[in-house]
């Protein structure tokens, strides 16, 4: 297949791009390339991709927030379907520009939407995030509950490309799947992340900021399962057929969570990059930030059981191949 992939140059859109190329489709990759953190980490992924394969990876730069650019980069372009992962990333910077969210994440989503209609593309998957779930004290999260009290802008944007997308499955009949990421880490991920942070601050002999105490939870999850959910959700398309959906639609529109379905203590992730590491961290207590959540928790049994994703990675393991990386990436 044909595919574009939106938000190329950054950490899951880069891992999904690899991964398809890998198994023979050709990626027709998008990105802004804005500096919301490092472009030269950037340019290094898509410097690996061309090099992994030339003829099955096409790139332009693009900000698709922009209908005009973006039509005319892909006037040309053929694709089956579309992952789009591109958008504004991070909840703290919400708090401070919230109008770069509603550019990217708001106006960007209708562009990609109205391309998918327009190209009568066979399946549009698209990044949700846990954010959205906000102030929902019950855990695990389930796709079914209710997500109306976004405690940030970022959650609030992405709970609105879920009903912009449902919107487009129930008017145009467009095959459309909704994947809310819980907590993503791996190799060449981003900077702005917890895992990066304190891995880096930790080799420096730097202090790391330690939020609410230390009294918090995530489900971290990682990129090599991420991926392989997200691209066994492109191969299956959701059914016009009526029935209900994971996320309650009767239109072509499923949402999945995308989880380790383990809720993890910060103290455990700090502990295991110290280990990485080989040297303790110095901590500073800090209390909660705006816009953060307590703990993070995903149900993942809707797409486990639609889309057979089982992730395998724990966090023994994951945290000390993200490490080794950092190393070797940054020569420490």
């Known amino acids: 297949m044909r595919i574009l992939v939106t938000g190329v ?61 973006l039509d005319d980069a892909l006037s040309e372009a053929r694709f089956d379907r579309i992952v789009h992962l591109g958008a504004q990333a991070g909840v703290r910077y919400s708090i401070e520009n919230p109008r770069a969210y509603a550019s990217s994440n708001i106006a960007g989503h209708l562009n990609i939407l109205e391309l998918a209609r327009d190209r009568r593309t066979e399946h549009l998957v698209y990044a949700s995030s846990s954010s959205v779930y906000g102030a929902n004290t019950t855990l695990p999260f389930r796709v079914e509950d209710r997500v109306d009290h976004p405690l940030s802008f970022y959650a609030a944007t992405k709970k609105a490309n879920e009903l912009m997308s449902e919107t487009y499955a129930h008017l145009y009949r467009l095959p459309l799947t909704g994947l809310r990421f819980f907590t993503v880490y791996g190799p060449w ?107 993070t928790y995903a149900d993942i049994s809707a797409i486990q059981r639609d889309i057979g994703f089982e992730p395998s990675t724990a966090l023994d393991v994951g945290v000390p191949l993200f490490v080794e990386w950092y190393r070797d990436y940054h020569g420490v």
């Open 9 to 69: 140059a950054g950490f899951i859109g880069y891992h999904v791009a690899r991964r398809l190329i890998a198994d023979g489709d050709t990626v027709i990759g998008i990105d802004n390339l804005n500096d919301y953190y490092s472009v030269a980490l950037k340019e290094a992924r898509l410097a690996a991709l061309t090099d992994q394969d030339r003829d099955r990876f096409q790139f332009a730069r693009v900000d698709f927030s922009d209908q005009k650019s």
């Open 189 to 295: 991920g981003r900077p702005d992340m917890a895992m990066w942070l304190f891995t880096k601050a930790i080799l420096a002999g730097e202090p790391i900021r330690v939020f609410n105490g230390g009294d918090m939870r995530r489900d971290f999850t990682f990129i090599d399962d991420v991926v392989a959910g997200v691209v066994a959700c492109v191969r299956k398309p959701p059914v016009d057929d009526g029935s209900i959906k994971a996320g309650g639609s009767v239109a072509p529109h499923a949402i999945y969570n995308i989880g380790n379905h383990r809720a993890e203590e910060l103290g455990r992730l700090i502990s295991l990059i110290e280990a990485a590491c080989g040297r303790e961290a110095i901590k500073i207590m800090e209390p909660m930030q705006p816009g953060d959540v307590h703990a």
